[in-house]
């Protein structure tokens, strides 16, 4: 994986993805997070050892890859929202921050109920969605369903949480949960998203009940009950 990791990055900046480059980012703040809470020192001295190559090597060939016209292109577009003097960059966001003020305006004429799910196509001036998941759920629904979607989250979080403890394997899911909710952020409708409702579906449907209770209840000495 983190062989990789070099080749990922230049793939993500190459075509200038901005929700790519962020989502970069998010990943590489999951690994750290997972390898912390887990004590694993040995991927920690691996984690920064590699990014501190690739940084190395990015400041050592910087001239040069400027020099490379498709390599410029997609850094550049891939990192003008963000501004080292001003935090977020509006201009280079595609006017995101017009789609906002109007989904926050929609979501103001009716906070409590919303204006109603599918709606935004036709109360919209885009005719489209505001491009974040927590607008939408405003617009949509009003703070009503917006704590309905974040009390189905903590619930789906606590059950992770459990089950994980148990089958460590599972502990990939939490970076396929992390691609859909990060592009939400910034763009697509949670609506129309294939992987926004796979996820979701997953993880409903993983099973907590322990396998074989009275096998394991002989062996324990206790009674296996539902994690």
């Known amino acids: 994986q983190m062989v990789l990791l070099p080749i990922q990055i230049i793939a993500v900046i190459i075509p200038g993805g901005r929700g790519g480059f962020v989502l970069l980012f998010s990943y590489l ?3 750290l997070l997972v ?19 690739i940084v190395l090597a990015f400041f050592i060939f910087y001239k040069r890859l400027l020099e490379i016209p498709l390599f410029t292109a997609g850094f550049t577009r891939a990192t003008e929202f963000f501004s080292f003097t001003e935090g977020i ?13 109007e989904a926050w305006d929609l979501f103001k004429a009716s906070p409590i109920y919303g204006n ?23 617009m949509q629904g009003g703070l009503i369903y917006l704590l309905v979607w974040l009390s189905f989250a903590l619930w789906l979080v606590t059950k992770y949480v459990k089950v994980v403890k ?9 970076f396929l949960c992390v691609f859909p909710i990060t592009l939400l ?4 409708s949670y609506l129309s998203n294939p992987f926004f409702w796979y996820t979701v579906a997953y993880l409903v449907s993983i099973d907590t009940r322990i396998k074989y209770p009275k096998a394991i209840s002989a062996t324990v000495g206790a009674k296996a009950e539902v994690l």
């Open 166 to 174: 148990h089958n460590q394997h599972l502990r990939e899911v939490l």
């Open 35 to 53: 390898a912390i809470i887990n004590k694993d020192w040995k991927k920690l001295l691996i984690f920064f050892s590699c990014i501190g190559v």
């Open 116 to 138: 109603g799910l599918f709606t935004s196509f036709y109360i919209y001036s885009k005719k489209q969605y505001p491009h974040n998941i927590i607008l939408e759920f405003l």
């Open 89 to 101: 960059n509006w201009d280079g966001t595609s006017g995101r921050l017009e789609w906002y003020k």
């Open 29 to 31: 703040f999951m690994i």
């Open 185 to 188: 952020m910034f763009s697509k």
